[in-house]
Every structure is written in structure tokens, then in C-alpha cells.
């Protein structure tokens, strides 16, 4: 057995815990981050706007993940944390629930991108898929911490689990003796679903590439609802409500699950609500400003130009060469000769026309 805590440290008086199962939900989430960030920009958006967003979404999901996995103890006749408030946020903090998650996270997630200007639905569909080998991933730190496990089974795959890890109503040692009984490996059989539906997921996204906005959403709602409703008949450790054998888990995955079935028929036009009237057809992109830049010449004007300025430069070399010319011109005395041969007969007959009277 992988001891479940990494390494620990004491920090002031509080015990600080470095645990597997924190490591492995993180690479679930980053690992998922970085498929849902080349979907997005597969469909034209910027990949970037989802990076800025998950740092509010993890953020404000881990804190909703508590506070459901707190309110569902609590439900489940668990009083600790009303006697100990404090204990909701004392590290070490034990328990997370995905429906917190997925809830609070996915409301800061939506808001960040309408605030921002982007398209819910493309982050949504891209997310999906991503979504769902996440959980996939971080379920095997339930491996690790010996938990989410089903009733005994005579399966050839069922799990081993030690006496002091058992649940309480386990822990009869004649009933269920340690070295024989096994239990159902239930995380495992919710991380094989959830990596089913995720290649699914994927080869849908592919395999229809005008596929409307929300189509995929819906889609894994009904899949993520329908696989954890299955997965909490072999959930012993959830709180039930009365004496049925319904869970308050089971109770929110189904109506997830008709929910997503509801929104891919008015998707489809198979149902007419008024919620799906506008809904958009296609994926909007934000256009973003971009900084203006010279235009690139043809080679036509290209050549143009360069056929231009030779003719200038001869231009210009021509009106030195004339200027040239001119000057030494004004300065030479023959313009005056030919001035005085104006004038010489002018006066030559008036000189004749004296005489001849004399």
C-alpha cells in the first residue's frame, strides 16, 4: 500500500500535508486544461482567455468542492463541522466533492468569459471532453487513499482494502474477514466510464465538424449525469435520503443527466423551448484589436516605383545639367553684340538721309 501522504512539514502549529491525491487531482486538472486549450484554439479562439480564467475557476472550485463535500456530510448526519466550524478550513483539509466543483468553478468559469466578451458556448464544448478525463485521472488518487470503493464482491477484480480503512458498516471482521473479502473497485469502474465517454467525445468533436453550440455541453451532462448515477449504487459511503435507497449525489447526477438530454433536443429542434429560441448557430468569435502595419506592395507597384525613380534622378541630373549651362550663358559678352547689330541699322539710315539733304 503507497502511503497516501508525500511529505509533511509543521508550519507555526498547523501540519502542512503534501498528499498523492492532491498531485493527482492537479494533473487531472492541468492535463485537462491543456486539451481544452487546444480545442479552443482548434475552433479559432484565443487559448490563451482559458489559462486566465482557470486561475479563478480552480481557485473558487476547490473552495465550492469543500463546501458540498461539508453540506453532504452534514446532510449525512455527520455534526462535526457544525460543532467545529473551523474544521472546514484547518488543514489538513480532508474531502472535496465534484459537484461543488463542477458548480462553482463552471459559474466563474461563465462569468469571466461573458465579462470578457468571449463565447460561453465554444469554452463549454471544448471544456467537455477535457472534463471528462480529468475525473478520470484524479479518481486514481482514490486508489491511493483506499476510499470510494463498493459492498464486498466474489469479482475476480475486486479490491482489497485493510481493516483499518474499511467503512463502519465493514468493519465485522468474522462477516468480512481481511484476508479473503474484496470489495468493488468503484472509482476504477467511474475512471473506465469517464474514459469511454471522453473518446467519444472527442471523435464526435471531430467527426462532425458543424456541429451546433452546446451540442457537446449537452452531451456531457448526460454522460457525466447518467455514468455517476449508475456509480452511486455502489457508493455505501454517501449520505441517503430517509430510509430509500436513493443519495442526494444520485439525486443531482440524474437530473444532470435530464438536463443535458432536455438542452440536445431544443439544440436539435426536437423541442421547442423558449430558452433555445436565439440560440446561436455557429461559434462567435472575439475579434480583437490588432495594431495597424504598412501593406506589403505588389509587385506591380513594386516595380512601378522602381521605374519611377531612375526617371526622377534624370529629371533632376537634367535641370543641374540646363542650370549649368545657363549661367555661364548670362555671364559672356555676345548677348550685347547682338543687341548693338539691332540698333546699328536704326541708325545708319537716319546718318545717310542728313547727308543726302545736305
Known amino acids: 500500500m503507497i502511503d497516501p501522504v508525500l511529505f509533511s512539514f509543521k508550519l507555526f502549529n498547523l501540519q502542512i500535508e503534501l498528499t498523492w491525491y492532491g498531485i493527482i487531482v492537479m494533473t487531472g486538472v492541468l492535463v485537462g486544461a491543456w486539451l481544452a486549450e487546444r480545442e479552443i484554439r482548434r475552433r479559432g479562439e484565443n487559448g490563451e482567455a482559458l489559462i486566465d480564467a482557470m486561475v479563478w475557476a480552480v481557485i473558487i472550485g476547490i473552495a465550492g468542492a469543500r463546501l458540498w463535500y461539508v453540506a453532504n456530510s452534514i446532510l449525512g448526519g455527520n455534526r462535526s463541522y457544525i460543532e467545529d466550524p473551523m ?15 463542477l458548480l462553482f468553478g463552471g459559474l466563474a468559469l461563465a462569468i469571466y468569459l461573458k465579462k470578457n466578451g468571449y463565447d460561453v458556448w465554444l469554452f463549454l464544448d471544448a471544456i467537455a471532453p477535457a472534463a471528462l478525463l480529468g475525473q478520470a485521472i484524479g479518481r486514481l488518487g482514490n486508489f491511493i487513499n483506499q476510499e470510494l470503493y463498493g459492498p464486498p464482491t466474489q469479482l475476480p477484480w475486486g479490491m482489497f482494502i485493510p481493516a483499518d480503512h474499511r467503512l463502519p458498516q465493514y468493519s465485522n471482521l468474522n462477516l468480512f474477514p481481511v484476508e479473503t473479502t474484496r470489495f468493488h473497485p468503484t472509482f476504477f469502474y467511474e475512471m473506465v466510464l469517464n474514459v469511454l465517454a471522453f473518446l467519444f467525445l472527442l471523435w464526435y468533436s471531430r467527426r462532425e465538424e458543424g456541429t451546433k453550440p452546446g451540442t457537446l455541453f449537452s452531451l456531457w451532462l448526460i454522460f457525466a449525469g447518467f455514468i455517476r448515477t449508475f456509480i452511486e449504487f455502489f457508493r455505501p459511503d454517501q449520505p441517503r435520503i430517509g430510509d430509500t435507497f436513493l443519495t442526494y449525489s444520485m439525486v443531482v447526477a440524474f437530473l444532470m443527466g435530464v438536463a443535458g438530454v432536455v438542452m440536445l433536443l431544443a439544440r436539435n429542434g426536437k423541442l421547442r423551448l423558449s430558452f433555445a429560441e436565439n440560440w446561436e448557430e455557429k461559434y462567435q468569435v472575439k475579434k480583437t484589436e490588432k495594431p ?27 535641370k543641374k545639367t540646363t542650370s549649368r549651362k545657363t549661367t555661364p550663358a548670362k555671364k559672356k559678352s555676345p548677348a550685347k553684340p547682338s543687341s548693338i547689330t539691332k540698333k546699328t541699322p536704326a541708325k545708319k539710315p537716319s546718318t545717310s538721309r542728313k547727308t543726302a539733304k545736305k
Open 292 to 318: 495597424a502595419q504598412p501593406r506589403a506592395k505588389a509587385p506591380a507597384e513594386l516595380s512601378t516605383t522602381a521605374s519611377k525613380k531612375p526617371a526622377a534622378k534624370a529629371g533632376a541630373s537634367a
Open 87 to 101: 474544521s472546514i478550513i484547518r488543514p489538513p483539509i480532508a474531502g472535496l466533492h465534484f459537484f461543488g466543483g
